[in-house]
């Protein structure tokens, strides 16, 4: 099967690996000819002699893959692969800017770490700097600026240092919810 030439017209799906699974599976997908997904960031543990850097998926158990919904049973069928994740055993697309905005902060390389998924909040656009045009959340942690980018189906986010200058607010829409007032934006 050939699909070198029509992956792009597909949506991005989720997908649940088993644990531990994420790489081997992305890899193993990629064999087959589809284009994956798979955002890592650095982790530093310390054992008891020394400090080491690991590289560590960014969303645990679950990998991003582009694929026709019709033709999944190969995505179902490969090692490591749980499921497409879904509504019931209904498997949903994830939203292609949220997958656009994941690789664009990944490609900047800025730090980057896991973090809680966020409703409420300061919506912001980035104006300035690698991450120009993205949007997200913004918060302060440990003293620093941090955008959090977030994928709706999966309830996860990811958090990344950026300049206070760089963001503007975003205007709010009708429909959503209120933002949480902040005096860097003020």
Do not use: N
């Given at each position: 099967m050939d699909l070198t030439n029509t992956h792009q017209t597909y949506p991005w799906f989720a997908v649940q690996t088993r644990a531990r699974y994420e790489n081997f599976a992305a890899k193993q997908l990629a064999g087959r000819g589809y284009e994956v997904f798979l955002?890592?960031?650095?982790?530093k543990r310390r054992w008891s002699d020394r400090m080491q850097e690991f590289e560590v998926p960014l969303f645990p158990g679950y990998l991003f893959c582009r694929f026709n919904l019709l033709d999944r049973l190969p995505?179902?069928?490969t090692p490591g692969v749980i499921q497409v994740v879904g509504i019931g055993k209904t498997p949903v697309p994830v939203d292609e800017q949220e997958v656009i905005a994941l690789q664009t902060a990944v490609k900047t390389g800025l730090p980057r770490q896991?973090?809680?998924?966020?409703?409420?909040?300061?919506?912001?656009?980035?104006?300035?700097?690698?991450?120009?045009?993205?949007?997200?959340?913004?918060?302060?942690?440990?003293?620093?600026?941090?955008?959090?980018?977030?994928?709706?189906?999966?309830?996860?986010?990811?958090?990344?240092?950026?300049?206070?200058?760089?963001?503007?607010?975003?205007?709010?829409?009708?429909?959503?919810?209120a933002p949480v007032s902040s005096p860097l934006l003020t």
């Open positions: 955002p890592f960031y650095h982790c995505i179902l069928t896991p973090w809680m998924f966020l409703k409420v909040g300061q919506r912001v656009r980035v104006e300035v700097g690698p991450l120009s045009g993205l949007e997200g959340v913004l918060l302060t942690f440990k003293g620093r600026y941090r955008l959090v980018l977030s994928v709706t189906l999966l309830q996860r986010s990811v958090a990344l240092e950026v300049e206070s200058d760089w963001v503007t607010p975003v205007p709010q829409q009708s429909g959503r919810t």
